[in-house]
């Protein structure tokens, strides 16, 4: 993985300053390795620890090129940028529990009761890690719920794209996706299939609303 950012980097070394956003350093290793391609090219790129993955990630990405679109410099991007990073909001909801018992951050009776009791769990990413913040019963509370404190982080949206990625979910994340559109007032809202990688965190039916 190293060698593979640090022949990118070499390639694109002629059309000037660089700057490279990663998913989070607490969710993978790719911050690293695109830190060691960089020390490895010697070429002059800024490696940006995006903190998210899945849209939380490519939210920034779109940021990023608008704000390079602007024709600002490379250091008032990534100011821009960080901003940008401060003020946002990463959820992750969970329909099963089934793969944090399975990677050891749940013990196998907690989850087996939250399954029996159909109890849904909502998390919200915090600095790169995830945090629980909800423990709900019934998905239609839950998704109502989720709703509701989505309301309370921001009061305009009209300039903010809403990402919601889902694994095997389209039905909640489309009503989501026309509630948000309804209540919000989004600039965007942009739903995709979740990647392996957060995929196996969250799990089947398992969603990530970033905004």
Known sequence: MPGAFSQI???LSSKGPQLCLTLSSKLSGTYLSACTGKSNSGVDVVIFDTQAGSLGHGIQLLKAAELTAQGLPREEVIKK????QTDMNIFILFDTLENIVKGGRLNKFTGTMAKIL???????GVNGAVEVTEKIRGKKRFLHKVIEIISQRRADFSDRIIGISHLDNLEDAEYLR????EKFHPKDVIVNYMGPTMGTYAGKGGMIISF
Request: glycine content about 0%.
């Open 9 to 11: 980097f070499q390639e």
């Open 81 to 84: 940028l960080t901003q940008f």
């Open 118 to 124: 159909d109890i849904k769990v909502l998390a919200e």
């Open 178 to 181: 026309l509630t948000m559109i």
